[in-house]
């Protein structure tokens, strides 16, 4: 980094010997109207490349002046980008040098002259930017917009029913419904048919309240201040990738197994999940069709349409092995789009299959699960805040950057409901008992 900057600085002064050259350049038309040599002007070659001169001793004790050679390629040609540049008119580089040094900073110059310096150029650029006052970190402000786009695009979190609050906190009606049996829908709500002068009964709904209350999700990074001067560019795309891999990961696991308290509550820890017993004499650690059929008959009907399978990466050897019986035969369960030798995924039950590394491993509660993440209801503030400091490890000399997103999340409903025909209780929220 020392000698990137040295050499930095030196050029620095090869760019201050062009302004004083410049001036010279401005005697007379004819010389703007040419090449530019240098020992013309009492330069030697050396000198004009930004060389330094030494002193050495000669015999008889004389010293004499040498100059160094520059360190520039053998292939440094600059003259060679520039239109006219060997013969006299608007195109000579005397003339386009000289515009250059009054107006360097602009594009058209900067793109000619690094052209003209070839690799070794572009590495004096690159080494720049590397520098603390010409780094990226002006654009910070940009990762709270970066970095909520892609939350959202975590599937667990697009699925849920959201809603944006301006305080910290939303409170939602909700039915207090555990059966469907006459008189108990809604809660205590009920029709009946009355003949001509009855008296039509009274009923009433069971209301209760879901109370969410935004809860705070934090991530801090420290940056070295060799980091940053470094890193360039490629720091902000590193810190934002990890950071949203990071929130990703939280969020999701929280709608799944979040305790609830200072986080939100996952369905597997909701009163509405209802867990679906292994089969009689079923093997520890496996999978069978009768699971995946029996838990799909628990789903709540409305929840249908807009459900998927979670399931854990080792499921899937499991899932491959289903099948139907049929006679003496029987046909697979799960075939992958396009067959087995496509990309897994596709549908069990016309329901998609989606791997999270959330879900327990196979054999336990949790394994599989069949939901509808829409009955899962989350607040948020709407973005991510983002601060930085300098004073948190100043004596460290590290810079602190601080994340911070506020959510919560909790089922819509709060128990199994009991259908209108039958026993066997239903929700939107259903996974396989743990079977060992």
Do not use: C
């Not at 801090?220 to 990961?249: H, M, P, S």
């Amino acid at each position: 980094m020392a000698d990137n900057q040295s050499f930095a600085k030196s050029f620095d002064k090869r760019l201050e010997s062009l302004e004083a050259l410049g001036t010279r350049l401005e005697k007379t038309a004819a010389d703007l109207s040419q090449p530019v040599y240098p020992h013309r002007d009492g330069l030697g070659h050396s000198q004009w490349l930004g060389g330094d001169e030494e002193v050495i001793m000669q015999r008889g004790g004389t010293r004499k002046a040498v100059s160094r050679a520059a360190m520039f390629p053998a292939d440094y040609q600059p003259y060679a980008v520039w239109k006219g540049y060997n013969r006299r008119g608007d195109g000579a580089f005397s003339t386009f040098l000289k515009e250059g040094i009054r107006n360097w900073r602009t594009s058209e110059f900067e793109q000619r002259f690094q052209k003209a310096g070839g690799s070794f150029l572009k590495t004096i650029q690159g080494m720049s930017e590397g520098i603390g006052g010409d780094g990226g970190f002006a654009v910070l402000p940009e990762y709270s917009t970066a970095i909520f786009e892609k939350v959202y695009e975590n599937d667990l979190f697009n699925r849920t029913d959201n809603y944006t609050v301006v305080g910290n906190s939303m409170i939602f009606p909700r039915l207090n419904e555990t059966s469907r049996a006459n008189g108990q829908r809604a809660g205590g709500l009920s029709g009946n048919w009355i003949g001509e002068g009855g008296t039509i009964p009274a009923t009433k709904l069971g209301l209760g309240q879901l109370m969410l209350k935004l809860k705070k999700l934090a991530i801090v990074v420290y940056l070295t201040d060799e980091l940053i001067d470094d890193a360039g560019i490629a720091l902000e795309q590193y810190v934002t990738r990890k950071v949203t891999q990071e929130f990703n990961f939280m969020v999701g696991d929280a709608i799944v197994e979040g305790s609830g308290g200072a986080q939100p509550q996952g369905f597997l820890n909701s009163g509405a999940l209802l867990a679906v017993a292994k089969q009689s004499g079923q093997a520890a650690g496996t999978l069978v069709k009768e699971n995946l059929d029996n838990m799909y008959s628990r789903l709540w009907a409305g929840s249908v349409p807009s459900s998927a399978w979670l399931i854990n990466q080792d499921v899937w050897p499991a899932i491959f092995d289903l099948n139907q019986a049929v006679g003496t035969g029987g046909y697979p369960m799960f075939i992958p789009p396009g067959g087995y030798n496509a990309a897994p995924n596709g549908t069990l039950l016309g329901r998609p299959v989606i791997p999270i590394e959330f879900a327990s491993t196979l054999g336990t509660q949790g394994d599989v699960s069949l939901v509808d993440l829409n009955q899962y209801v989350t607040i948020s503030k709407g973005g991510i805040a983002q601060a930085q400091s300098i004073h948190v490890e100043f004596l460290t000399d590290q810079l602190a950057l601080r994340f911070v997103m506020r959510v919560d999340g909790a089922t819509w409903e709060n128990s199994p409901v009991t259908p209108f025909k039958g026993t066997n209780t239903q929700s939107s929220f259903v996974t396989l008992q743990t079977r060992s």
